[in-house]
């Protein structure tokens, strides 16, 4: 594997993690890191071995600040075209990862930060995490798919007032908007998240990127193209070996072994 500048990267019983690791600048996205996560979700997307990606933010006050402001202060309008291109590449790649992402919200995720946990399958959050779009307080807006996103997630209306406002929640109230799946102690985040993720390793590889893919492909159409979809995805599966070998083991009353193939 690469090393990373701005990244943390770990792999243990095939579930990958990626910390955000500018702990001083509370893991701003600033452009080189973004292009280091582009190269890294590629190199996890062609690899067959890694069933669940966590993504989470190194020390203990922020998951990602947001978009670097330092950095963002400086660019001309042809940077900042180029600079949301990057963001929106890279945030379109997460939403696509064949496998599951889960985003562990160790702290504040702000603006790019809550953009970045959006474009996730889901969120855990520590008690102590922060969820906000601030744009509108530097006089712009979300760029990377958080008014679209958000919205589609949290409902029209929350989604507007938390954009307009730019205010904050803390975890609970995230959590009670539908923003995040579960709220653990700060130091019981990443079991919590790490158990789930080994939960979701051990299912059949086919299905379980079969259904990621009918759930996100069938949200952007009407719900009969949706379940045409579904056929699809459902057909793939009963084309995999794990198919056969989840339905024998049941009839056998043994565990299930998948092997992730399709039939030979
Ligand atoms: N960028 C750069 N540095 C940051 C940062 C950020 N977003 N957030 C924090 N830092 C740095 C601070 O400057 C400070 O650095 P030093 O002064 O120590 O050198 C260090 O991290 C610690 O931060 P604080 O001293 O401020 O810590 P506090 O506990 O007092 O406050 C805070 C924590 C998170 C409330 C505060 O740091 C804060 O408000 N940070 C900014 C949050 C924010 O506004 N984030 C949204 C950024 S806007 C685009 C698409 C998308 C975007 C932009 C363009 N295109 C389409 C072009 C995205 C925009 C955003 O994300």
């Known amino acids: 594997m690469p090393t990373y500048k701005h990244l943390l990267f770990e792999e243990q019983n095939q579930i990958a993690t990626i910390t955000f690791n500018r702990p001083k600048a509370l893991n701003a996205l600033n452009q080189e890191l973004l292009q280091e996560l582009a190269g890294l979700l590629d190199v996890i997307a062609g690899n067959e071995d890694w069933r669940v990606l966590v993504l989470t933010g190194a020390g203990e006050k922020a998951f990602v600040a947001g978009a670097d402001i330092t950095e963002l202060a400086t660019l001309n309008a042809l940077q900042g075209k180029y600079f949301a291109k990057l963001g929106q590449d890279v945030i379109n790649r997460l939403q696509h990862l064949p496998i599951p992402v889960i985003a562990a919200v160790n702290g504040y995720a702000l603006g790019g930060g809550s953009e970045m946990a959006l474009a996730c399958d889901f969120i855990y959050a520590a008690d102590s995490a922060m969820f906000g779009l601030p744009e509108i307080n530097l006089g712009l807006i979300p760029g990377f798919g958080g008014t679209q996103r958000l ?70 159409v009407d719900l009969a193209t949706g379940c045409e979809i579904e056929r699809d995805a459902f057909a ?29």
């Open 151 to 220: 919205a589609r997630l949290i409902g029209r209306n929350r989604a507007k007032e938390l954009i307009f406002t730019g205010r904050m929640v803390k975890a609970d109230e995230a959590r009670d908007i539908g923003l995040v799946n579960k709220v653990c102690p700060a130091d019981a985040l990443m079991d919590e998240v790490l158990k789930t993720a080994a939960l979701m390793a051990q299912k059949g590889k086919v299905s379980l990127r079969a259904a990621k893919q009918a759930i996100n492909k069938g949200l952007d």
């Open 236 to 264: 793939l599966c009963m084309a995999s070996d794990d198919a056969k070998e989840g339905t024998t083991a049941f009839l056998e009353k043994r565990p299930a072994e998948f092997k992730g193939r399709l039939n030979e």
